[in-house]
């Protein structure tokens, strides 16, 4: 009867530590997205700060919609930078946002317009702190 006491006691012993091993296994990362729309084909240039800390190109081609998902460890500084250039002769909209960790609502949202024939750099940031 002792031994099997002390067999439990063990057993539970390292089940308390696997578990507490799996909780705290530095895998904290904390998921940024980057979501770009605007309302017309005026989207020249993207650019978003990377898991490392580095600036990234984010646009191959001109598009309307664009979105890019990383893992990051906070703190983390995220940055969104868009250019575009308006060749219609009307006003277009767009919005920048940044979501973070799949939250319905961005924690980040700037809205803006560009006027018609005209160029314009937009700008959304977000501190994630621990």
Request: proline content about 3%.
């Amino acid at each position: 009867m002792n031994v099997l006491s002390i067999v439990r006691k063990t057993s539970v012993a390292f089940c308390a530590l696997i578990l507490f091993a799996c909780s705290s296994s530095g895998d904290s990362k904390t998921k940024i997205k980057y979501v770009v729309h605007a309302d017309s084909q005026m989207i020249t240039s993207i650019m978003y700060r990377d898991s490392n800390g580095d600036m990234q190109e984010g646009l191959t081609e001109v598009i309307v919609d664009w979105n890019k998902t990383i893992n990051v460890d906070t703190p983390f500084s995220a940055n969104l930078v868009v250019s575009f250039n308006n060749v219609s002769s009307s006003t277009s909209a767009y919005y920048l946002a940044i979501y973070r960790n799949g939250e319905s609502e961005p924690s980040e949202y700037v809205p803006g317009i560009v006027p018609a024939s005209a160029i314009t750099t937009g700008t959304a940031t977000l501190e994630v702190a621990d």
